[in-house]
């Protein structure tokens, strides 16, 4: 049982520290696309060619280049997360109706007030959302470090189909389900939340 | 609660547009006496609401003076300018995820005031504008009728206390009734403030109602600028006579009231039997009760019947104010 525990730790640690690269450089990009019609297009590119390749032959890729072991675990997972918050990011700020910043800077807000006061605030329940998509992902996705080394509860999944030991499999299985939805359910009861006190009811 | 509004000085002002082909502004003038309500009417595109935008500094004219009780604007910072004009759209753009009296206070809280004062200032506009402060004061935007809205986006603009309000076809969106009452009650709180008021749109018969003066645009020109019977009595070109339907003689008959054409009563007692209007009703409301069949129409001051008016009485009014 301890070592379920110490699996589950990694597991969520290795989740975890994608999910906040993933922030890093997803929601700027999500701004910066929403404010530029090039880099969006160029962005949303890379983003449509990226998700052909599946998760499984990326971190094979990562193998030349970083060798086995957490790290190009988290860099796979990492690039797995950023297109849902980036892409989020974008269309909730690109969403705020026109009037609301008319509205702000008609009443004098300065470029970080209008930012801060109208456009985030309007824009985080999509945002959210993206981010609630990631770690979703990322979670589940994270059983594939196992392949490469990258430890989590994959391995029990994978010593499992090796040992043909269905108990160890189903422990494996069963707690990478439960952390998945289990974010899910909280995360997505913080979004209903979100919009439901920007927007109202649905 | 505050007294007087500024008045405003536009100069040789031009706007064009970034790739656009033909001005947008193209050389206008005016001047707006302080405290005065002005109504700039014209078709879509004819360069309105961007001549109003130039005065807050939300579009930056080419060249051109703007005054604001006689200091010039360029220099000072947009934010800081706007936070001293209030500005109201046609969209409202209340803020969603803040309540009435939230939406209110936005820029009481951007110019620094305390919480006690904004209070007191929030209740004090909420009941301005018909609202009351009690059940009124905490609900969402989204609570609110399309003409709730709107008045409290006439409270929210006026609650630092501007003393120039510009307004971008605030009444657009609402239906025919409520846009009535909303223009009545601009027109009461324009009396009870005396903010000069700019205010758009494209609506005939609204400008008509609510203007002490009228600006009749045309492609980004000013064709003529006088108060309502001016315009319509006298258009300064055949465009603004077709735009006003000035032809429309009982369109004119809207701008008279009852009480200034009437003569005196012939004999005491001789009313009796007609049918009544208020001395403050318009001709038209005069000319209606007679073409319902009556020969004469009592008008009243109070509970007294003050005059009297029968067609001719309405023919001499409206030649004579042509």
């Known amino acids: 049982m301890l070592d379920l525990a110490l699996h589950v730790r990694d597991h969520l640690l290795l989740a975890g520290a994608a999910l906040a690269l993933a922030l890093l450089a997803g929601l700027p990009a999500g701004v910066w696309a929403a404010r530029s019609d090039r880099f969006r297009q160029l962005a949303l590119g ?29 860099v796979a997972l990492t690039l797995l997360a950023v297109p849902p918050i980036a892409i989020n990011t974008d269309i909730g700020l690109r969403g705020v109706p026109a009037a609301m910043v008319e509205a702000a800077r008609g009443l004098g807000m300065t470029q970080g007030q209008v930012r801060a006061r109208a456009e985030w605030p309007l824009a985080l329940p999509v945002v959210f959302a993206g981010v ?14 196992a392949f490469i080394g990258g430890g989590g509860l ?48 649905a | 609660m505050i007294a007087g509004g500024v008045p ?9 547009y970034p790739g656009a082909d033909r001005a947008a502004i193209d050389g206008v003038s005016l ?11 014209g078709p879509s595109g004819c360069g309105k609401s961007t001549l109003l935008r130039t005065i807050n500094g939300l579009v930056a004219p080419q060249s051109g003076r703007i005054l604001i009780d006689g200091r010039e604007i360029t220099g000072v910072a947009p934010e800081q300018l706007r936070r001293g004009i209030g500005y109201v759209i ?79 076809e605030p009444f657009g969106a609402v239906d025919a009734i409520v846009r009535l009452a909303l223009q009545d009650e601009l027109r009461r ?37 006088g108060s309502p019977l001016h315009v319509l009595a006298r258009p300064a070109t055949p465009y603004v006579a077709e735009l006003l339907d000035a032809a429309d003689s009982v369109r004119r008959l809207q701008l008279l009231r009852s009480g200034d054409a009437m003569r005196p009563l012939p004999s005491a007692g001789a009313a009796a039997g007609w049918p009544h209007v208020d001395a403050a009703h ?41």
Request: charged fraction near 20%.
């Open chain 2, 90 to 168: 046609q969209a409202v753009g209340l803020f969603p995820h803040m309540s009435v009296a939230q939406n209110i206070a936005v820029v009481p809280e951007l110019i620094g005031w305390d919480a006690a004062k904004i209070r007191t200032r929030t209740d004090a506009l909420l009941e301005l504008v018909r609202l009351d402060p009690t059940r009124y004061r905490d609900r969402l935007p989204r609570q609110l009728s399309g003409g709730e809205q709107q008045r409290v986006g006439v409270a929210r603009a006026l609650a630092a206390e501007p003393r120039l309000l510009l307004m971008d």
């Open chain 1, 46 to 74: 890379t983003i449509n060619v990226g998700r052909v390749i599946p998760s499984l032959a990326v971190l094979a890729l990562m193998l030349p280049l970083l060798g086995i072991g957490f790290w190009p675990a988290l």
């Open chain 2, 189 to 225: 709180i324009h009396e009870a403030l005396g903010t000069t008021m700019l205010f758009v749109t494209h609506d005939v018969d609204e400008a008509l109602r609510i203007a002490d003066q009228i600006v009749v645009m045309r492609a980004g020109q000013v064709v003529q600028y």
């Open chain 2, 31 to 41: 001047s707006i006496e302080g405290g005065a309500l002005v109504v700039l009417l």
């Open chain 2, 282 to 322: 318009t001709l038209r409301e005069a000319l209606s009760r007679l073409l319902d069949g009556a020969d004469c129409v009592a008008v009243d001051r109070g509970d007294t019947v003050a005059g009297v008016l029968t067609f001719d009485d309405v023919r001499r009014a409206l030649a004579a104010a042509a």
């Open chain 2, 8 to 16: 405003v000085r536009l100069e040789e002002i031009h706007v064009r």
């Open chain 1, 132 to 145: 609630r998509t990631a770690t979703v992902e990322v979670i589940a996705s994270a059983t594939l470090a």
């Open chain 1, 154 to 201: 994959g391995e029990y999944i994978l010593n499992g189909l090796a040992e043909a030991d269905t108990q160890q499999l189903l422990e494996g299985a069963v707690s990478v389900s439960i952390l998945a939805l289990g974010a899910e359910a909280l995360l997505g009861a913080l979004e209903r939340r979100l919009s439901t006190s920007v927007w109202g009811p």
